[in-house]
């Protein structure tokens, strides 16, 4: 089972997120025992764009502050439920800085700055493919 959720919470700020998150992963534990659940990262919102960092690096741009303190939420409530975590804003800034070398805000991972292009999709999946055990 694939969880992709959280992007409008880390934007609006929700109290009690991890608590919240957590109750999902037990609910869906509690009715699915064996379910292999991936979490996802929260990804990008309205426009977020990358930018180089003072020592040269690649980092997401600082308007969204709050989307890393809550990709920091949805990794601390996936490792609490004993969930694979998928770091998917660390991967999709490696992908933007090889796909969208301009830092065009739109056109590229996202149609709006927030809802995936098919080529953020195509990333999105491949990513989550990484964590995912496939048997003959």
């Not at 990262?41 to 997401?60: A, F, K, L, M």
């Not at 660390?90 to 969208?100: Q, S, T, Y």
């Not at 805000?105 to 292009?117: E, V």
């Given at each position: 089972?694939?969880?992709?959720?959280?992007?409008?919470?880390?934007?609006?700020?929700?109290?009690?997120?991890?608590?919240?998150?957590?109750?999902?992963?037990?609910?869906?534990?509690?009715?699915?025992?064996?379910?292999?659940?991936?979490?996802?990262?929260?990804?990008?919102?309205?426009?977020?764009?990358?930018?180089?960092?003072?020592?040269?690096?690649?980092?997401?741009?600082?308007?969204?502050?709050?989307?890393?303190?809550y990709d920091t939420?949805?990794?601390?409530?996936?490792?609490?439920?004993?969930?694979?975590?998928?770091?998917?804003?660390?991967?999709?800034?490696?992908?933007?800085?090889?796909?969208?070398?301009?830092?065009?805000?739109?056109?590229?991972a996202t149609i709006?700055?927030?809802?995936?292009?098919?080529?953020?999709?195509?990333?999105?999946?491949?990513?989550?493919?990484?964590?995912?055990?496939?048997?003959?």
């Amino acid at each position: 089972m694939i969880l992709l959720t959280g992007v409008n919470d880390a934007a609006t700020g929700v109290d009690g997120f991890v608590d919240k998150y957590i109750s999902v992963l037990t609910q869906i534990k509690a009715w699915k025992p064996t379910a292999k659940i991936i979490s996802i990262g929260i990804g990008p919102r309205q426009s977020e764009v990358w930018s180089i960092d003072g020592t040269g690096n690649p980092v997401w741009n600082p308007a969204q502050p709050s989307l890393n303190t809550y990709d920091t939420y949805v990794k601390q409530a996936a490792t609490s439920a004993g969930v694979v975590f998928v770091d998917w804003r660390k991967w999709l800034l490696n992908w933007e800085v090889v796909n969208n070398p301009t830092q065009a805000a739109l056109g590229f991972a996202t149609i709006d700055g927030t809802h995936f292009t098919d080529a953020g999709q195509k990333a999105l999946a491949a990513v989550v493919l990484q964590s995912c055990v496939v048997f003959p």
